[in-house]
């Protein structure tokens, strides 16, 4: 069983930083994608970010791209989510979530919520304006 501990969520005013951190336990996959996903109240989960730890590859959705980083430590299980820049439409509850990987380029498959296997609680972003 896989677990995953997000950390770092909090109130930060607009213009400003966060960094997220994933941490995860138990046995992984020998090659993981990791993803960021966050959903705000009455919307759907959406994906953020993502790494592939086998080749590196990352993914950004465009409403974040220029101003978040993912970024991971592969023996330690670990990914982070820099985040600069946020704005109130950042507001939302942000899950980690891991997969197997497949190959060493990145997959539309691993776009879809519903295609990872092993999700965090959750931690709380606010961005207030």
């Known amino acids: 069983q896989v677990q995953l501990v997000e950390s770092g969520g909090g109130l930060v005013q607009a213009g400003g930083s966060l960094r997220l951190s994933c941490a995860a336990s138990g046995r992984t996959f020998s090659s993981n994608v990791m993803g960021w996903f966050r959903q705000a109240p009455g919307k759907e989960r959406e994906f953020v970010a993502g790494?592939?730890?086998?080749?590196?590859?990352?993914s950004y959705a465009g409403s974040v791209k220029g101003r978040f980083t993912i970024s991971g430590e592969d023996a330690k299980n670990t990914v982070y989510l820099q985040m600069n820049s946020l704005k109130p439409e950042d507001t939302a509850v942000y899950y980690c979530a891991a997969r197997r990987q497949l190959g060493t380029y990145w997959r539309t498959s691993y776009y879809r919520a519903a295609d990872y296997d092993y999700w965090g609680q959750g931690t709380q972003v606010t961005v207030s304006s």
């Open positions: 790494i592939g730890f086998s080749g590196g590859s990352t």
